[in-house]
T-cell receptor, first 112, second 111 residues
Framework: NAGVMQNPRHLVRRRGQEARLRCSPM?????VYWYRQLPEEGLKFMVY????????ESGMPKERFSAEFPKEGPSILRIQQVVRGDSAAYFC??????????FGPGTRLTVL | EDQVTQSPEALRLQEGESSSLNCSYT??????LFWYRQDPGKGPEFLFT???AGEEKEKERLKATLTKKESFLHITAPKPEDSATYLC????????????FGTGTLLAVQP
């Protein structure tokens, strides 16, 4: 029973490029959450999605960041025109509902 | 505003030396308090959920307890493999299920 899968595990981008992070939830889970972990800081909530719907995006920066969870396929976190401050570990978690969130291994984004 | 504070920031123990980690929280309507373990370069691994004051849960050498203001993670006779960062998070009332995390306690257990 595979856990939450994220890819790529490591991503290097130059300033101004786009970053696309993918998350496949655990089997049977239809709720996906994205969190960001900056160096020396705790995990910060970004966005909560269900299939084809954004439920809560209160933690998402207003510009350059977007997320989707289509009917088919993984959830995508997209960062346009990346800046050095976007360098962080991005984690995806999934649940069946309002229960324990199970996390993936993360994508470590480095912006040069 | 919902907030979680963990202490100490770092803790070094000798193998077999029991201790406790603290998680203080303020939240409007606690729906759940969660403990996770995170190893370097990996995602958080779920340990426990506590829902109401007085509740306790155990797993191997770990026991989590909850009061109305804080939670403790007790580690009994730790081993080097218990070395990790332990994260506490709360889920408040409201339609969203987001977790509010503390910054964690880095535990190092020396053999």
């Amino acid at each position: 029973n595979a856990g939450v899968m994220q890819n790529p595990r490591h991503l290097v981008r130059r300033r101004g490029q786009e970053a696309r992070l993918r998350c496949s939830p655990m089997k049977g889970h239809s709720h996906v959450y994205w969190y960001r972990q900056l160096p020396e800081e705790g995990l910060k909530f970004m966005v909560y999605l269900q299939k084809e719907n954004i439920i809560d995006e209160s933690g998402m920066p207003k510009e350059r960041f977007s997320a989707e969870f289509p009917k088919e396929g993984p959830s995508i976190l997209r960062i346009q025109q990346v800046v050095r401050g976007d360098s962080a570990a991005y984690f995806c978690a999934s649940t069946r509902g309002a229960n324990e969130q199970f996390f993936g291994p993360g994508t470590r984004l480095t912006v040069l | 505003e919902d907030q979680v504070t963990q202490s100490p920031e770092a803790l070094r123990l000798q193998e077999g030396e029991s201790s406790s980690l603290n998680c203080s929280y303020t939240v409007s309507g606690l729906r759940g308090l969660f403990w996770y373990r995170q190893d370097p370069g990996k995602g958080p691994e779920f340990l426990f959920t506590l829902y109401s004051a007085g509740e306790e849960k155990e797993k191997e050498r770990l026991k989590a307890t909850l009061t109305k203001k804080e939670s403790f993670l007790h580690i009994t006779a730790p081993k080097p493999e218990d070395s990790a960062t332990y994260l506490c998070a709360v889920q408040g009332s409201g339609a969203t299920n987001k977790l509010i995390f503390g910054t964690g306690t880095l535990l190092a257990v020396q053999p």
